[in-house]
């Protein structure tokens, strides 16, 4: 393990123009006026990133994510701290943003590869496998402009992955292309992170964090919340969301609803595979309430198993205390401790108005034969 | 899973490189090392401006040797034959300071909006950003050394043999011409981030600065008498331009064995060749303290040029 990427106290502060004077006769004219603000995009982060590990850098837009990321990569000077990196970084912030259009494939890919910062002996070294990757062999020659917009992407990601860096940054960029690209994006990075590369992996997407990451880094308001183990962090992103909704919330809606406690009639949480199941939600409400209730169930490492709903019989809840029943009329689950979440969430789905992370973990015991993670109860017989 | 601790264990283990240090701001070392590590990037980005700039053009690359050949005709027409300016064998004179002057004037047109030009790529990849100006610099100076091979042909036709035994103060005067048009155009490519007229004024500063140089017409011979009446000759010398292409005239002017060398007048009580009243009288080591002394005053003002660029791209982010 050797520490690749090091942040000390990095704070960055933009100066925001409320009317920006940029021709020469509006600076004479008013030297200091129009007024500026300040506005600090990260207050004090420091983390380090190590050999072998993928981190996930999680916020909501405006968490200043993207800041952190762009001062690692170097392309933003930080206001104060220091960032130190060792190793090679191939930054993907947006691809193909050193494109020349006016140039071939070819030659962008040597040019891109020299704006990453990697030799021109180097991308020679690779060019074919940069050409497959990117699957436009016949076009390799074609002036970029001509491209498409899937063309111009894959073959800036293809140059990108394939220069060899000890360290990938990754910024939302797996939202383009078409899905089986985003397949082969996926399986590339799984191949680094065999490899022992490190990885530092920008979105706001819970589940390809989850899909991809050991540990997560949540920022809020340029603020670091959380840092440790993928489903702890993304915990902390969920309740912080949930508080900074209540913050917000107008019509106090929000505040009134908590989830307290989730029992079961044995008061175990201990089931055998193949058993059914009986939980209790005691919810505290303010007011009358009628909407959706939902329940998650998670594995350890954050694989999302189940998502399921009150399927349109609306949950009526009453002020004061209230008792909501779910039936599992069977957990064909393996040997695993699994978590649940447990949420009520407005008619339509789309707000929700509470939300209870890990509300209960149950364990399940499996004695027969069958791995992964369900038991499908296959019989294999010849016919 | 074996196949993953193979792989784990070929990678080169990055215990022993140094770290990288990206921090609110890089000290003038830090920033000419990190120039320096990029260098493969300008040259890829002077290849790729050379080339662009020329791609659709039916004529390609024959464009960088007839458009200064043909600017070179209008100024031949215009001065030798119409506004007669009674410099004797004027082509070769003009061509020598246009070189210098073209290598100059591209410089700049092109780097002082550069970075706005090209703000996309410096709000998203990492690198010096005077790269794309150095760029810039670069690529004009590959225009330059075609212009002297062009010249050079030129001179074998008409048989004009040049004064050799000037011709190594050239490398002098050239990199102290490579190292004003650096600074200046890295110090115009930031500053015009913050005001945008800049693309606009520069082109009028230039063509001013066109006839502060003495190209189309001769300093000795025009300019000389009347500042020297009121000793004023340092003020012309305030432009680093003149000096460096005095020295170019020198060497490529004055001919060994054109006609015109053999006609002589008397300056200040010395018989001199016709030629060197069109340039100063100097010997041959005044040229070469000039030179050197300008080379040194150059590598200064490129330095000052870079520190300033250090301070003025800390807000790039906000202003593009």
């Keep these: ?383 | 899973m074996s196949d993953g601790s193979t792989t784990r264990v070929d990678r080169r283990s990055l215990e022993n490189d140094a770290f990288r240090v990206v921090s609110a701001r890089d000290s003038l070392v830090t920033r000419l090392r990190n120039l320096w590590n990029r260098r493969e990037l300008l040259s890829s980005l002077i290849r790729s401006d050379i080339r662009i700039k020329y791609k659709n053009s039916a004529l390609g690359i024959v464009w960088s040797m007839l458009t200064p050949s043909l600017f070179l005709a209008i100024y031949w027409l215009v001065f030798a034959k119409f506004l007669k300016n009674g410099i004797p064998n004027f082509v070769v004179y003009l061509f020598a300071g246009m070189v210098v002057w073209n290598m100059f004037n591209t410089s700049l047109s092109t780097a002082t909006g550069v970075i706005v030009v090209r703000s996309g790529l410096v709000k998203k990849v990492s690198f010096p950003r005077e790269i794309l100006a150095l760029a810039n610099v670069g690529a004009a100076t590959f225009y330059f050394f075609i212009q002297l091979c062009v010249f050079g042909l030129y001179l074998l036709v008409v048989q004009h043999s040049p004064d050799y035994a000037y011709f190594w103060l050239l490398p002098i005067a050239f990199l102290a011409l490579y190292f004003f048009t650096a600074a200046l155009a890295i110090l115009m490519s930031a500053i015009t981030v913050y005001m945008r007229d800049m693309e606009h004024f520069i082109l009028i500063i230039l063509q001013l600065w066109f006839f502060l140089s003495p190209i189309v017409y001769s300093y000795e011979h025009s300019i000389a008498p009347q500042l020297h009446a009121h000793g004023l000759a340092w003020l012309y010398f305030l432009n680093p331009i003149t000096l460096i292409m005095l020295t170019f005239q020198r060497a490529f002017y004055v001919a060994t064995t054109a006609p015109s060398t053999t006609q002589t007048v008397v300056i200040r009580g010395h018989t001199v060749p016709l030629v060197l009243k069109i340039l100063p009288s100097w010997p041959m080591s005044t040229y070469f303290y000039l030179d050197l002394a300008l080379l040194g005053i150059m590598v200064i003002v490129f330095l000052l040029a870079e520190v300033l660029f250090g301070r003025l791209q800390g807000n790039f982010e906000s202003e593009l």
């Design chain 1, 1 to 383: 393990m050797t520490t690749v990427i090091k942040v000390e106290g990095i704070s960055k502060t933009f100066k925001i123009h409320h009317e920006r004077h940029q021709s020469l006769k509006e600076r004479m004219l008013h030297p200091r006026s129009g007024s500026t603000e300040t506005f600090n995009a990260l207050k004090d982060i420091s983390f380090s990133v190590d050999t072998n590990e993928t981190v996930g850098l999680v916020g909501h837009n405006g968490s200043g994510k993207s800041t952190l990321l762009k001062c690692i990569c170097g392309v933003l000077q930080p206001t104060s701290g220091q960032i130190h990196i060792r190793g090679s970084l191939a930054a993907l912030l947006e691809l193909g943003a050193g494109f020349q259009p006016e140039l071939s494939g070819r030659d962008n890919i040597f040019l891109y590869g020299a704006m990453l910062g990697f030799s021109k002996k180097m991308v020679e070294g690779i060019f074919d496998d940069v050409v497959e990757f990117s699957e436009i062999e016949n076009f390799i020659d074609t002036q970029v402009k001509f491209y498409s917009s899937g063309m111009y992407v894959r073959l800036a990601f293809a140059v990108a992955v394939n220069v060899d860096p000890d360290i990938l940054v990754v910024d939302e960029v797996l939202a383009v292309g078409d899905e089986r690209f985003q397949a082969k994006c996926i399986d590339r990075i799984r191949s680094f992170q065999d490899e022992g590369r490190s990885i530092l992996f920008v979105t706001h997407n819970a589940d390809q964090v989850r899909a991809i990451c050991d540990r997560a880094i949540v920022l809020d308001g340029g603020q670091m919340i959380a840092d440790g183990p993928t489903h702890e962090s993304l915990r902390i992103f969920r309740e912080h969301l949930m508080d900074s909704a209540v913050e917000h919330d107008r019509s106090g809606l929000l505040a009134s609803i908590t989830i307290d406690s989730i029992t079961t009639p044995s008061g175990s949480f201990d089931v055998r595979s193949g058993a059914g199941m009986h939980f209790d939600v005691n919810i505290t409400s303010h007011g009358a309430y009628s909407g959706n209730f939902v329940m998650e169930i998670f594995t350890r490492t954050g694989l999302l198993i189940s998502r399921s709903d009150a399927k349109g019989s609306p949950v009526n809840l009453t002020p004061g205390q209230n008792r909501v029943g779910i039936d599992l009329s069977q957990i064909p689950l393996l040997d695993g401790i699994y978590d649940v979440n447990i949420g009520v969430v407005d008619p339509h789905g789309n707000t929700v108005i509470a939300w209870r992370e890990q509300a209960a973990s149950i364990q399940v015991t499996y004695d027969g034969r069958e791995g992964g993670l369900v038991e499908l109860g296959a019989a294999i017989h010849q016919q």
